[in-house]
């Protein structure tokens, strides 16, 4: 029986959507257009959305097994976010989104293993 009721082609469909929403996180990231994009308070809206839509793709790409993998990993996409957008021109890191990306990630991995028992 496939994990948590997803097939694998389920399974591995949402892990390559959750690659592609990172890359494209990071590519359209670095341009100017993001610079300014969402003001205070919806940046922390945005990045909620993102990174609990992305913690929930990993979450049944792995078959709703290993949520701390899924934490740790948005934690990670998160720092490197934060990173990259420190050395870009107009735009700064911000601890705040970080804890809001990490914080998305845990609401999201809690919900769907609720969901699933």
Not at 72 to 99: N, T, V
Request: glycine share 14%.
């Amino acid at each position: 029986m496939p994990a948590h009721g997803y097939s694998l082609i389920n399974r591995w469909s949402c892990l390559l959507t959750a690659v592609c929403i990172v890359g494209l996180l990071f590519y359209l990231g670095s341009k100017p257009v993001a610079v300014g994009l969402f003001q205070e308070p919806w940046d922390k809206l945005a990045h909620f959305a993102v990174f609990g839509a992305v913690s929930g793709l990993l979450w049944v790409g792995l078959g709703g097994r290993l949520p701390l993998v899924v934490i740790g990993l948005m934690a990670g996409i998160g720092a490197l976010d934060e990173w990259h957008q420190a050395s870009l021109p107009g735009r700064s890191a911000d601890l705040g989104d970080w804890l809001v990306d990490v914080g998305a990630a845990g609401i999201a991995v809690l919900v769907l293993q609720r969901w699933w028992k």
